[in-house]
């Protein structure tokens, strides 16, 4: 037994290599990550591809190992030239945000000592560096320092902590769920719809609250609805609102709709996962009035302060409801319960293990402070004006002035211009014709700039409109990058216009 276990011993050691082979292969990928930050500006924001990813399928897990030299050749033309690339700054399409470079440091440090974040008796550095950064964002958004929170990898988990706690905190049963009421708009993001399914609360009246020309919540429809429940006897539960929707970048008036939660005693939630971080801004400061009001909210860092994906925070007001929604005890935890100096993100979230993603977001605000960070969301503000007051120009059609960072906009072809009707100018169209030659000549367009691939846009459907979205928040999109996306636009447009002339 001792010979075979030695024998297996040596085998196992290969996972712990020695100094010399970390030197060698830490240089090549350090030297393949430096020359991808070096060349990020002439790098395409979007390959277009056919199977690019098929290649990986030709060097299937095996029992042997490959060189170093070859995974990276791998993961360069099969991971990362094809589809969309995040880290550029011409990554105006979904919402932008994360890849700062001490964030990736930070994960790396966070990854060779593998601290526990996830209860205090085990990582009591990780976990109150955790907290202090929870009390940190508590502070910016205005809740009180004694706030409950945790970093979560997104706004879906921290959506989804909050409508726990909603549904705790309101102390409905399971057989009264038919009769309980939830009250957003149809701009709130999906990942609040699979919240309340995945909450259990499947079974409960979803009102949608009627939105204003700038798709914002209309906080009247709102009360009346509210009363009207109450009226027949219903429950109503909790309001989720928006603080920078995906579609529009729409912020609903959170500080009428927190005076209706008080009046009519519901949780009120506010989902701000794109749109909270630009609070640290004085104009994000005024839009975003009444947030501090809420009683539960999400927000992004990896989308407000440009942290890698799996990034998010959930706040709630009283920490005591976040503790009983989620805490649990295991009989085989019994030595971490005497550890209580601070509050354990397990007993907090769903999640029991959990990656020390605090030093990911600590290290950045650490090294740079957050006056560039502050910076850097007043640009984005600014850069949707001014992309807004540009497109216009060049002839396009736009949707609400940008209350954030996302700019709506499409275009309107001259008659006869659409392939999908070859001589629409010999007869009148009708409403629903016209529509749908306007989507089809904006869905041409924007296969046109994402094959060009320097600036990559996405697009919605407002209204049964096709219409086109420039979300500005990569920290590396300039006033470059948005004069080239205004450039590409008029050049598509010529183009497709004489195609169909």
Request: hydrophobic share 40%; with cysteine.
């Amino acid at each position: 037994m001792r010979e075979k276990l030695l024998q297996l011993e040596k085998i196992s050691r290969q996972l712990d290599p020695p100094s010399g082979k970390r030197d060698e292969v830490r240089k090549k990928i350090i030297d393949y990550s430096e020359n991808f930050l070096n060349r990020i500006e002439n790098i395409n924001a979007f390959n277009v591809h056919e199977n690019a990813d098929a290649g990986l399928l030709t060097f299937p897990i095996n029992e042997e190992p490959i060189d170093v030299s070859l995974a990276l050749s791998l993961l360069k033309n099969h991971v990362d030239t094809p589809g969309l690339n995040p880290a550029s700054g011409g990554h105006l399409g979904y919402i932008p945000g994360g890849g700062i470079f001490y964030s990736a440091l930070g994960d790396y440090l966070a990854d060779v000592f593998n601290r526990y974040a996830g209860v205090y008796f085990g990582g009591p550095g990780a976990v109150r560096m955790e907290n202090m950064l929870i009390k940190w964002v508590a502070n910016v958004m205005g809740y009180p320092e004694d706030a409950g929170g945790n970093l979560t990898s997104g706004g879906s988990i921290a959506n989804l902590i909050a409508v726990v706690c909603a549904r705790d905190a309101s102390k409905i049963k399971a057989r009264e769920f038919e009769k309980a009421v939830i009250y957003m708009t149809k701009q709130v993001h999906h990942s609040v719809d699979k919240a309340i399914r995945i909450a259990g609360l499947k079974e409960c009246i979803v009102r949608h609250v009627p939105m204003d020309e700038n798709f914002k919540m209309k906080t009247g429809e709102l009360a009346n609805m509210i009363k009207a429940d109450k009226m027949s006897r219903l429950h109503p539960l909790m309001i989720i609102a928006s603080a920078g929707t995906t579609d529009t970048g729409a912020v609903d008036p959170l500080d009428e709709i927190a005076k209706i939660a008080t009046k009519h005693e519901l949780w009120f939630h506010v989902d701000a996962a794109y749109g909270g971080f630009f609070i640290l801004t004085e104009e994000g400061k005024q839009k975003l009035k009444g947030i501090e009001l809420s009683d539960s909210l999400a927000v992004d860092p990896h989308k407000g302060l440009f942290l890698p994906y799996g990034t998010g925070v959930v706040l709630v007001k009283d920490k005591n409801i976040l503790n009983q929604s989620h805490f649990y005890q295991a009989n085989y935890m019994q030595d971490s319960v005497s550890a209580s100096d601070e509050l354990s993100p397990a007993d907090l979230s769903p999640e029991l293990t959990k990656h020390f993603r605090g030093l990911r977001m600590w290290l950045p605000l650490k090294l740079h402070g957050v006056k560039p960070f502050r910076a850097c969301l007043e640009e984005k503000l600014l850069l949707a004006k001014y992309f807004y007051a540009e497109v216009k120009k060049i002839g396009f059609s736009v949707g609400p002035p940008p209350e954030l960072s996302v700019v709506t906009y499409r275009y309107i072809p001259k008659s006869g211009n659409s392939a999908s009707f070859t001589d629409l100018s010999t007869k009148v169209l009708t409403k629903e014709e016209a529509t749908a030659a306007e989507n089809d000549f904006n869905k041409r367009l924007i296969e046109e700039i994402q094959k060009d691939g320097r600036v990559f846009i996405s697009s919605t459907m407002i209204d049964g409109k096709f219409t086109l979205r420039a979300a500005i928040l990569a920290h590396r999109t300039h006033l470059k990058t948005v004069d080239t996306l205004l450039e590409m636009l008029g050049e598509k447009v010529r183009v497709l216009e004489g195609k169909y002339l």
